[in-house]
T-cell receptor, first 113, second 112 residues
Framework: AQSVTQLGSHVSVSEGALVLLRCNYS??????LFWYVQYPNQGLQLLLK??????LVKGINGFEAEFKKSETSFHLTKPSAHMSDAAEYFC???????????FGTGTSLTVIP | DTGVSQDPRHKITKRGQNVTFRCDPI?????LYWYRQTLGQGPEFLTY??????LEKSRLLSDRFSAERPKGSFSTLEIQRTEQGDSAMYLC????WGYGYTFGSGTRLTVV
């Protein structure tokens, strides 16, 4: 079975500070991992994904994530938070690319000026 | 074609009424997915189509829910005899053989 746990439903950071959003997964087979961002009343926008290969994945808007198999983690980071980063972030796992996603419950990021 | 379109964006209905939502995928995409997202939760998979064939259905998709994709292009999701628990955002996504997975902006359903 596949599942995702996002630690911390709310995270607040100061503008310019490091953003760290945590995601741990459970999968019976090598997973495909994703981070999505959702702004209010909007759909989901893909930030980045890991399928195979390099474990450090770079995405849009300066975000990156590292796949750590030994820790079953896929934490999302950004060196310097911007006000426009305030949104809901979802980690997701799938068995194969294009298969159904299993999403975490989300982390709401607040950026304090 | 700029993305996945969903209509309507918002729907308010009285309990017990039937509602239907439409999703237009990216034109060249052969796979179409429906998800439901309740407040404060991540999206949950409901069902997916490959062309016109419905290949997988979640246990979340009760008998009151039905989805179609008659010509392998747009899809409809119908909820019969709506209940307050059906209030949620219904998200559609599409892909080409699993690639270019793109979500629409969703239809927000409120059952009063």
């Amino acid at each position: 079975a596949q599942s995702v746990t996002q630690l911390g439903s709310h995270v607040s950071v100061s503008e310019g500070a490091l953003v760290l959003l945590r995601c741990n997964y459970s999968s019976s087979v090598p997973p495909y991992l994703f981070w999505y961002v959702q702004y209010p009343n909007q759909g989901l926008q893909l930030l980045l994904k890991y399928t195979t290969g390099a474990t450090l994945v770079k995405g849009i808007n300066g975000f990156e994530a590292e796949f750590k198999k030994s820790e079953t983690s896929f934490h999302l980071t950004k060196p310097s938070a911007h006000m426009s980063d305030a949104a809901e972030y979802f980690c997701a796992v799938s068995l194969f690319t294009g298969n159904q996603f299993y999403f975490g419950t989300g982390t709401s990021l607040t950026v304090i000026p | 074609d700029t993305g996945v379109s969903q209509d309507p964006r918002h729907k308010i209905t009285k309990r017990g009424q039937n509602v239907t939502f439409r999703c237009d995928p990216i034109s060249e995409h052969n796979r179409l997915y429906w998800y439901r997202q309740t407040l404060g939760q991540g999206p949950e998979f409901l069902t997916y189509f490959q062309n016109e064939a419905q290949l997988e259905k979640s246990r979340l998709l009760s008998d009151r829910f039905s989805a179609e994709r008659p010509k392998g292009s747009f899809s409809t999701l119908e909820i019969q005899r709506t209940e307050q628990g059906d209030s949620a955002m219904y998200l559609c996504a599409s892909s080409l053989w699993g690639y270019g997975y793109t979500f629409g902006s969703g239809t927000r359903l409120t059952v009063v």
